[in-house]
């Protein structure tokens, strides 16, 4: 039976250096009025190089259009694929999970397609994407391959440091209170995906160095136990990278943790400067061993 997987390119899977069949959904982003197509048309290096420009006017994220949706699931039907298993970006950050969703009834009676909310973005998508094509090539069904994915999002945790909350208010990721917004300057919020797939601030603090002393401090007991796999996410800024690396040996003694681009789509949504430490815990990923 031909089986394959997909990911929104919010998973930032286009920007690893791994072998898979992966089949990606490109979202937008828009740049000073201008359109690109994720992964087509625009690198995470031209996009850091707009963003860093004064000139550069907020920059905004969508989904695939339906009609691309359609026309991928429809190429695919005509190779001949009988399942297809959708990781989608989060539901609560996205209408990518509604518009596909939308798009895959219309091949029921075609394919079985089963689109599956992440609740995650960024490289725990991408993992998550990973571990559903690996137990997919074990002949795993659609449904336990979900709930091996609900197991694993359980067991992951991100925290994300970044030097501005400017650029998520203007595009309207952000869940906080009013009260959070108040007396912005200066600050450097430490977020966190909750369990529904939204984006919180959850501490704000004044140096970007005590945000990052914070979030090591939050995850210094797991990142020392068996049957964890920790990565940092980078913004490529090697600077912020290296601090935070050299944090984490200091405290826990860890010399190797892998570095992990985020994906264009993120990037576009919170600005071009901070960085993150996510951790699965109790539950090792298989990706684990392509991304060391």
């Known amino acids: 039976m031909s089986r394959i997987v997909l990911s929104t390119s919010s998973s930032g899977l286009g920007n690893l250096d791994i072998k898979t069949n992966i089949q990606l959904i490109p979202m937008r982003l828009f740049v000073n009025n201008v359109e690109f197509i994720d992964g087509k048309n625009i690198t995470q290096d031209r996009l850091i190089?707009?963003?860093?420009?004064?000139?550069?006017?907020?920059v905004h994220t969508s989904p695939a259009p339906a009609e691309e949706v359609d026309e991928i699931l429809t190429n695919l039907y005509e190779q001949g694929y009988k399942e297809v298993f959708i990781t989608v970006t989060s539901s609560g950050l996205s209408e990518s999970y509604n518009i596909v969703k939308q798009v895959a009834q219309r091949f029921q009676d075609r394919m079985y397609v089963y689109v599956y909310d992440t609740k995650e973005l960024n490289m725990c998508e991408a993992i998550l994407a990973l571990e559903a094509e690996h137990m997919m090539e074990q002949g795993e069904s659609m449904s336990k391959i979900a709930r091996r994915l609900d197991e694993l999002r359980a067991?992951?945790?991100?925290?994300?440091?970044?030097d501005t909350l400017s650029t998520l208010i203007k595009n309207k990721k952000l869940s906080a209170t009013a009260g959070f917004f108040a007396n912005m300057f200066n600050i450097k919020p430490v977020l966190q995906m909750t369990d529904d797939?939204?984006?919180?601030a959850i501490n704000k603090?004044?140096?970007l160095e005590r945000a990052l002393d914070y979030i090591v401090e939050d995850?210094?007991?797991?990142l020392q136990r068996p049957n964890t796999y920790a990565y940092?996410?980078?913004m490529g800024r090697t600077d912020i990278d290296n601090y935070l690396i050299n944090l984490i040996k200091r405290r826990t003694?860890?010399?190797?943790?892998p570095l992990l681009p985020v994906s264009n789509i993120?990037?576009?949504?919170?600005?071009?400067t901070g960085v993150g430490l996510c951790v699965f815990e109790g539950e090792m990923p298989y990706a684990a061993q392509l991304l060391r």
């Open 49 to 58: 190089s707009i963003m860093s420009d004064s000139a550069c006017s907020a």
């Open 155 to 162: 067991s992951h945790k991100l925290l994300f440091a970044i």
């Open 197 to 200: 797939g939204k984006l919180i």
């Open 205 to 207: 603090i004044r140096k």
């Open 219 to 222: 995850f210094a007991d797991s």
């Open 232 to 234: 940092i996410l980078t």
């Open 253 to 257: 003694g860890i010399q190797n943790i």
């Open 266 to 272: 993120s990037m576009g949504n919170t600005g071009p």
